[in-house]
């Protein structure tokens, strides 16, 4: 089975400050691991994915294998990056191409 | 449209009645995916399609849910006989082949009174 836990459904910083949104995840084998967020009146879309080892916005997040965890941060929160963040993860085994999200972290950017 | 399409936007319906909601994915990605998404909660998965078949049904939480995608684009999901509890947030995704991201539509609102 594959589990996806965002311990903290609200998180609230002010601009200028870091952010980390955290992510846990449980699977046996070699997943893959991906944010997505959703901005006020926006559709769900992708943030970025581990295997790009990409920055996005400001973003970052580095897969630890050793704390099955894929925090995602940024050194300096801005009002714009206000919206619901969801980790997801993708089994590469016998779970197919199915996308397993978390709860999501609603992170609020105060001015 | 360059997007995943859902219709209808929101639909209120009467414990007990059937429902369908239609998913048009993005022109030429082959896998399309259903996700019901409850309030404060992730989306959960319910159906990933392949092309017309249905490669991982694992996620419908009961016999009441089916979907369909017969020519391999446009898909349906259907529940019969609903219930209070189908009141959610229905995504659909589509991926093109070999793709990793998902492209979500903006969902529809099923509430049943």
């Known amino acids: 089975a594959q589990r996806v836990t965002q311990p903290e459904k609200l998180l609230s910083v002010f601009k200028g400050a870091p952010v980390e949104l955290k992510c846990n995840y449980s699977y046996s084998g070699s997943p893959e691991l991906f944010w997505y967020v959703q901005y006020s009146r926006q559709r769900l879309q992708l943030l970025l994915r581990h295997i790009s080892r990409e920055s996005i916005k400001g973003f970052t997040a580095d897969l630890n294998k050793g704390e099955t965890s894929f925090h995602l941060k940024k050194p300096f929160a801005q009002e714009e990056d206000s919206a619901m963040y969801y980790c997801a993860l993708k089994g590469t085994e016998t779970s197919g191409s199915r996308l397993t999200f978390g709860e999501g972290t609603q992170l609020t950017v105060n001015p | ?113």
């Open chain 2, 1 to 113: 449209g360059a997007g995943v399409s859902q219709t209808p936007s929101n639909k209120v319906t009467e414990k007990g009645k059937y429902v369908e909601l239609r998913c048009d994915p993005i022109s030429g990605h082959t896998a399309l995916y259903w996700y019901r998404q409850s309030l404060g909660q992730g989306p959960e998965f319910l159906i990933y399609f392949q092309g017309t078949g249905a490669a991982d049904d694992s996620g419908l939480p009961n016999d009441r849910f089916f979907a369909v995608r017969p020519e391999g684009s446009v898909s349906t999901l259907k529940i019969q006989r609903t219930e209070r509890g189908d009141s959610a947030v229905y995504l659909c995704a589509s991926r093109e082949t070999g793709g990793r991201e998902l492209f979500f539509g903006e969902g529809s609102r099923l509430t049943v009174l």
